[in-house]
């Protein structure tokens, strides 16, 4: 069964803020880095970025400005908040678990469908 | 940070070996050893199949192995079978807290 479980699919206009949540289990969200990862309709992987346990944030610079991420220890969840969405943002958004400094994204979830739509 | 270079598709007969080739800079693959491979089956998230350049996580076949040189890594699939085909990926640590991901290169078994 899946470690790693995402919200649903999301609808949006252009300019709105989208958050997608990605629950886990105890033992990974006290311990592993949990990654973004977005993928375009027919398109390859695009790093987006990565929440550490306790708090701590980083965004790749494409995302720089745009892009939130959060945990809530309560429910072992971590989210993602991408806001001024354009139609470009229109992708599957993974979120993936690293045991820290292997670099290997193992657990994934099952990806959330975001869709910006005037 | 531009994505690395793959090719667009590899292909192989049954049994046969293919090698795909994932090209970055000094400033990704050539100063990292953080190279992981990831094989992705359509419309399912993807898979890890090689990890810290060479490593094999438990479960995967041993007809998978990776290997680099300077600013290139390779993915090689040794008795190639019909399930390997996918679309796979390469990932490199590049530094801070950014990674990047390869163009992706489509396996078909002939």
């Known amino acids: 069964q899946l470690q790693v479980v995402q919200s649903g699919a999301e609808v949006k206009n252009p300019g709105a803020s989208v958050r997608i949540s990605c629950k886990t289990s105890?033992?990974?969200?006290?311990?592993?880095?949990v990654h973004w990862v977005r993928q375009a309709p027919g398109q390859g992987l695009e790093y987006v970025g990565v929440s550490y346990p306790g708090g701590p944030t980083g965004s790749a610079r494409t995302f720089l400005g745009r892009l939130t991420l959060s945990r809530d220890t309560s429910t072992n969840t971590v989210y993602m908040g991408l806001s001024d969405l354009k139609f470009e943002d229109t992708a599957v958004y993974y979120c993936?678990?690293?045991?820290?400094?292997?670099?290997?994204?193992?657990?994934w979830g099952q990806g959330t469908l975001v869709t910006v739509s005037s | 940070q531009s994505a690395l270079t793959q090719p667009a598709s590899v292909s192989g007969s049954l049994g046969q070996s293919i090698t795909i080739s994932c090209t970055g800079t000094?400033?990704?693959?050539?100063?990292?050893?953080?190279v992981s491979w990831y094989q992705q089956d359509p419309g399912e998230a993807p898979k890890v199949i090689i990890f810290?350049?060479?490593k094999r996580p438990s479960g995967v076949s041993n007809r998978f192995s990776g290997s680099k040189s300077g600013n290139t890594a390779s993915l090689t699939i040794s008795g190639l079978q019909a399930e390997d085909e996918a679309d796979y990926y390469c990932?490199?640590?590049?530094?801070?807290?950014?990674?990047?991901f390869g163009t992706g290169t489509r396996v078909t078994v002939l």
């Open positions: 990932c490199s640590y590049a530094g801070g807290v950014d990674y990047v």
């Open positions: 000094s400033s990704d693959i050539g100063s990292h050893n953080l």
């Open positions: 105890a033992s990974i969200f006290n311990k592993d880095y």
């Open positions: 810290e350049g060479t």
């Open positions: 993936a678990t690293e045991e820290p400094r292997t670099g290997s994204f193992d657990s």
